[in-house]
């Protein structure tokens, strides 16, 4: 399985913008880039995922470098209750269902 | 909106016990998902079921099996629990061929 490198942890101040950045330089060409986030005490949750375009939904963006050896998760305005651990996945495009979720980065906002 | 429930949040049970973990889903999404989660391990995928009936091991099925008798509901199941199997054990859904797993609130198992 491709593999993925996070800072283990990272500092926000609420209100302010968070870049949490995601490194995975043995990425393949069919390998989707997924953002999910587990809040204290809840299974993980879906926030976005990309191939090669970037990515905006409601909850946050996702910047990919062009040779898309890494990417970026962007909270734009964070809020207390973003405090999580953020997981980079990549799962291939033909079998998505599997997702080994790495270690994350644990999200500290303070107020 | 999507829901994935778990049978219990918290259980104790003693060592050589079965155990049954069920979920249940109400999105009727084909593919279901059976993970555990560990302090420095992540989380690890034991068995996942692409349709009812259909089953296929993960990366460390040892010492489980599941069941996926109905669509919306797949169960984990501990033939004989050890202490090692103390963990949070996680369930998750897919629609076939989509990009999302949907988790649910997990269950945090304790074997004395």
């Known amino acids: 399985d491709a593999k993925t490198t996070q800072p283990n942890s990272m500092e926000s101040n609420e209100e302010e913008p968070v870049h949490l950045p995601c490194n995975h330089s043995?990425?393949?060409?069919?390998?989707?880039i997924h953002w999910y986030r587990q809040l204290p005490s809840q299974g993980p949750e879906y926030v976005i995922h990309?191939?090669?375009s970037n990515v905006n939904n409601r909850m946050a963006s996702l910047a990919i470098a062009e040779d898309r050896k890494s990417s970026t998760l962007i909270l734009h305005r964070a809020t207390l209750r973003d405090a999580a651990v953020y997981y980079c996945?990549?799962?291939?495009?033909?079998?998505?269902?599997?997702?080994?979720f790495g270690k994350g980065t644990l999200l500290t906002v303070n107020p | 909106d999507v829901k994935v429930t778990q049978s219990s949040r918290y259980l104790v049970k003693r060592t050589g016990e079965k155990v049954f973990l069920e979920c249940v889903q109400d999105m009727d999404h084909e593919n279901m998902f059976w993970y555990r989660q560990d302090p420095g391990l992540g989380l690890r995928l034991i068995y996942f079921?692409?349709?009812?009936?259909?089953?296929e091991k993960g990366d460390i099925p040892e010492g489980y099996s599941v069941s996926r008798e109905k669509k919306e509901r797949f169960s984990l199941i501990l033939e004989s629990a050890s202490t090692n199997q103390t963990s949070m054990y996680l369930c998750a859904s897919r629609r076939a061929g989509g990009d999302t797993q949907y988790f649910g609130p997990g269950t945090r198992l304790t074997v004395l």
């Open positions: 043995t990425i393949s060409g069919t390998d989707y």
């Open positions: 079921s692409y349709d009812v009936k259909m089953k």
């Open positions: 996945i990549l799962g291939s495009g033909g079998s998505n269902y599997k997702l080994t």
């Open positions: 990309g191939l090669t």
